[in-house]
């Protein structure tokens, strides 16, 4: 059976048409007027070299600044991703009372806390600490969390990992709209889905190198899931928990799947298909997404797969 190591892995997104990924190389952003979007919901930290067009000079910004900027075509606000830390990055200020996610854009598992701090509007209160796990810093496994894994949550002077750890933590932890729901039925059935996340993954996973049989019971049984509750598209009725867990994985394995195995998983398999359809519409998680391209170069390079057969 393959194995997926938690340190993490390589970064992907979404397969649905809907994918709006920003480019990690990029270095111009337009923006429009200011005073349009002058309230804190609407400002985004920026990195990189960027430019800023004014009416009278440009000017480089080689440091961080405070941008804002509008997602044409939906009206939609976009969060500019923090440059990614490697062996040559200081540290941020450590310890000194702010609340920082470590993660790698590249892992599913720090997907889920990514998203789960996005859906409860925490982006103002939790920073982003993009590592880049090839070329990670030292100061993050001496100074910040020994594991040296990611994700990693620095809040109130303490550092605590695991990502479905985290999710509950953040949810029952932090402000913002509660990501389990209060029926008890539902968050027996949410524990039981929470912890079967790893064995639907390995079995997936194990798929990628020739027995496509795997995969079809695993999203056999995620349609099942899918059906138990009728007050929503989501596996609880409601956005929750579980759809974070499992969203960053079935984001991977559906167009790694598609064009590799020429697998559709959304074949014969109508709820699961609604799902993908709705959870894309969620505004917390688009952010998080990245090019399936990118996907599938990363999951052919992990598995060593060059042809199908």
């Known amino acids: ?51 800023t067009k004014t009416k009278t000079r440009t000017r480089t910004r080689t440091r961080t600044k405070t941008l804002v900027f509008a997602a044409m075509a939906t009206g939609s606000v976009q969060e500019v991703r923090p440059p990614t830390l490697s062996s040559s990055s200081d540290p941020p200020p450590l310890f000194d009372g702010k609340t920082r996610l470590y993660l790698a854009y590249i892992c599913p598992y720090a ?73 008890a039925a539902k968050k027996e059935y949410a524990e ?11 079995s997936v996973y194990s798929s990628f190198k020739g027995d496509v049989n795997e995969a079809v019971a695993a999203f056999d049984y995620i349609e099942t899931a899918l059906s138990k509750f009728e007050d929503g598209p989501f596996f609880l009725g409601q956005f929750s928990l579980v759809d974070i867990a499992y969203v960053p994985f079935i984001e991977r394995f559906q167009p790694f799947l598609s064009e590799v195995v020429k697998y559709d998983i959304t074949a014969g398999r109508p709820k699961l298909k609604a799902w993908i359809e709705e959870v894309n519409k969620v505004e917390g998680y688009i952010p998080t997404r990245s090019d399936p391209k990118e996907i599938i170069a990363s999951i052919k390079k992990r598995f060593s797969v060059i042809h199908y057969h």
């Open 1 to 51: 059976m393959a194995t997926f190591k938690v340190s993490c892995g390589r970064s992907f997104t979404s397969s649905a048409p809907l994918i709006s990924s920003f480019p990690n190389n990029s270095s111009l952003i337009k923006l429009p007027n200011p005073k349009i979007f002058s309230t804190p919901k609407f400002q985004l930290q920026a990195s990189f070299g960027i430019r």
């Open 111 to 183: 997907q889920r806390v990514w998203i789960t701090r996005n859906v409860k509007g925490l982006q103002e209160k939790i920073e982003l600490v993009p590592l880049d796990l090839q070329d990670r810093p030292a100061w993050y496994k001496e100074k910040v969390y020994p594991p040296n894994k990611v994700p990693s949550l620095e809040h109130n002077n303490d550092v605590i990992g695991e990502s479905l750890d985290l999710i509950k933590y953040l949810d029952s932890h932090f402000e913002g709209p509660s990501l389990l729901p209060d029926d």
């Open 192 to 202: 039981e889905l929470l912890s079967n996340t790893d064995s639907f993954n390995k």
